[in-house]
Structure formats: structure tokens, C-alpha cells
């Protein structure tokens, strides 16, 4: 029986003009090319194959030695996009592998670019493999033995984005989560960032996109000066609530009313109950 997806040690049966002929229980002939062959066989001899499909959807072999496997979870480069199917990845084989777009952002803006790493799994689905992103769940029963502290800075890529914040694989394939309220800006499925450890949960992590209070002071009160330059006013002040600040500017309370109280202080702008306006 042939595992597809999977290693398999197989025998070689015969030679062709494209490679060697290797036979499944079936009586199948999968073509294992020379140029995905590491040395020359003899006929009669056992090699180890991985078997993959080509773009014709046959079981094809290969010596070279796969990056992920049906039994394995890896982090994969994104190789080439396309709006009408999704991403395809690099598994070390002729042919990548898709991770469809119902995995993917409705958003397109938000899908991976190429060069960015997305953490999977490879699945057999009918004649094909494909790409599936790991849930927080299947990451924590990877039971990956790293230790983060607190305010340790790791490199991580983002695996899925919704409204209430980033879940990420480390690079060392750890669980790692950012509540909204501590990003910046936006993001894109598969882009590599540094975020911040702010807690230990056991098996998985919580972690900041923000930067340090004293290097975010000035680029929050540049946010706040760059919305009253364009609009003239606002009617926010520092009065006003976590919601209302944060669906204009996506930044916390907090960091609102330092860069305000900043800003305020500079002579820049001045303010009645209900709104704040330049000087």
C-alpha cells in the first residue's frame, strides 16, 4: 500500500527515459525522476520516496527529503499566489502546495505575501495534498519544551486575525496570542513580526506588537496631531472612553492620554468638555 504524503520504501522495477519506474501494490507505475533522484539506482533496488501528486494529479516520487509530511507540522515559505485559489507553498517538492483561500482573509489585502511563513499541516484530500493552518489548540499539543520570560522579545508569524486579536507561532513553533488592544496598525496572515512576552500561560503564550511606553509616546501624539490636522477637531478628549478612543485611533486609553497630556503640555492643543482642537 502506498502512503501518500508520507515516506515510503519502494522498489525499482525498471528504467525509462525520465527516471526510474517504481511499483505500488496496485501494480502502479510512479515515476521517481532523475532529477529527483539522489544518486544513480540499479534495478531490483529499494529506495526511500517521498510520494507526492503532480500537476496532473499522479502519484509521483522523490529522494529529496520532504519539509513537511501527513505525520508532521512545519513552518512553510509562500512560494506564489493566486487571488482565485489561494497560496501555494513550498514543501520541497516540483510541485507546491495550496493553502486554499476559504483559509484565508474574505480581505485579499490581508493574505501572505510571498517570502512569508504560515504554520501547517500537509492533508491527503482526494487526489491531491494541501496546506491547512494549525489552530491554537493543535500548536499547544505540539508540546514544544521552550521557556519565554516576560519582556523577551521573539521573532513569530501570524496565523490568524480577527476581532479580538492575533494568534502566532513562534519560531520555535510556540502558541503566542495578541489581544487586539495590544497591536498597531495591520497585519497580513504570514508576516514574520517581534512582539514582546507578557505572559506565561504553560503552554502558550500572551505578547504586545507595541513598542516601549517612551518610543510609542511620540508616534501616539504624532497619530493624535496628524487626525486634528486633517479634520480640525475631534470630538475626543481625555475624558472620553477605551471604545470611543479606540475605534478612532486603535490605541488604548492609556497610551491615548499620555501622548494627550503630552501634547497638551507642548502647547499644541487645547480643549472644552466635548472636543479638542489644535492651538
Not at 514582546?196 to 497619530?223: F, G, P, R, V
Not at 492609556?254 to 501634547?263: D, S, V
Request: a positive charge.
Amino acid at each position: 500500500m502506498i502512503n501518500y504524503g508520507k515516506i515510503n520504501l519502494l522498489q525499482i522495477t525498471r528504467k525509462s527515459d525520465l527516471g526510474y519506474m517504481l511499483k505500488n501494490d496496485g501494480g502502479e507505475d510512479i515515476l521517481l525522476h532523475y532529477k529527483e533522484s539522489l544518486k544513480e539506482h540499479a534495478v531490483s533496488e529499494w529506495v526511500n520516496v517521498f510520494i507526492y501528486f503532480d500537476k496532473k494529479r499522479r502519484p509521483t516520487a522523490t529522494e529529496k527529503k520532504p519539509f513537511i509530511t501527513l505525520d508532521d507540522k512545519a513552518l512553510l515559505e509562500v512560494k506564489d499566489i493566486n487571488p482565485l485559489v489561494g497560496v501555494f507553498l513550498d514543501i520541497n517538492t516540483p510541485k507546491d502546495v495550496l493553502l486554499s483561500k476559504d483559509d484565508l482573509p474574505i480581505n485579499q489585502k490581508m493574505w501572505p505575501q510571498i517570502g512569508d511563513k504560515i504554520l501547517g499541516k500537509l492533508k491527503l484530500k482526494n487526489d491531491s495534498l494541501i496546506i491547512k493552518k494549525l489552530t491554537k489548540n493543535e500548536i499547544v499539543e505540539l508540546n514544544k519544551n521552550i521557556n519565554y520570560e516576560e519582556g523577551e522579545k521573539i521573532k513569530a508569524y501570524i496565523l490568524n486575525i480577527n476581532e479580538k486579536g492575533i494568534l502566532l507561532s513562534s519560531i520555535d513553533l510556540m502558541a503566542i496570542f495578541i489581544p487586539t488592544i495590544e497591536t498597531r496598525g495591520t497585519y497580513r496572515i504570514g508576516e514574520e513580526v517581534i512582539v514582546t512576552i507578557t505572559k506565561n500561560m504553560n503552554s502558550w503564550y500572551y505578547a504586545s506588537l507595541i513598542e516601549q511606553k517612551e518610543l510609542m509616546i511620540d508616534s501616539d501624539k504624532e497619530l493624535i496631531l496628524n487626525y486634528l490636522k486633517i479634520h480640525k477637531y475631534m470630538t475626543l478628549t481625555s475624558k472620553s472612553s477605551a471604545e470611543e478612543i479606540f475605534k478612532c485611533f486603535k490605541i488604548s486609553r492609556k497610551a491615548f492620554k499620555r501622548a494627550y497630556g503630552g501634547l497638551y503640555k507642548d502647547k499644541l492643543i487645547t480643549f472644552d468638555e466635548n472636543k479638542t482642537w489644535l492651538l
